[in-house]
């Protein structure tokens, strides 16, 4: 007879857990020892590489983020400051959470022909999934404005609209460097030998 593990009754001793909490306090001591004796370690000058845990002096100290992280949304503007977006409903589309919410307007010029009269975003309802700036063909929205910190007392303080998301600016000090993920040149093609 083939049981697995979970379906099987638990013994007396399973049922007191007193086995699993036990591990529990193990493990944790074990962590705040080891981290006590790295922190001693690199007090005295031996080990100075180790620090054990380290603590961020949250809202003094941020801890830095990827630069891959999706946070806020923004909208990109063109030179003139109109913004890049062209209302073409790809972003409130594909959108699985249904919370972008855009009313189009026709432009004068030939070459653009809409411009996002309304652009609203529910962070309500939003779940950072980033295909909003996955499907824009036009690069108008992005989700790297490094803010994470929102709040609001009610759920209209959660929307945000057209002028707010074009005030936002990235705050690349909040991002880690990563030299790796820059845009390098291509190398030189090799020249054969023969």
Sequence with gaps: MNVHDKYKPLTFWERTYLPRIWDGLVLTMRHFFFNLWHFFLASIGVQREWKGAVTYQYPEVRRPIWPRLRTLHRLTKREDGTPRCVACMMCETVCPAKCIYIV??????????????????????CVFCGYCVEACPEDAIRMDTGILEFAAYGRNG???????????VPKKEHYTARPDLEARPAPAPRLSEA
């Design 158 to 168: 959660m929307l945000l609209t057209k002028e707010m998301l074009l005030s936002f």
């Design 104 to 125: 189009a307007g026709e432009r004068p010029e030939k070459q653009i022909e809409k411009y996002p009269l309304q652009f609203d975003i529910d962070l309500g309802k």
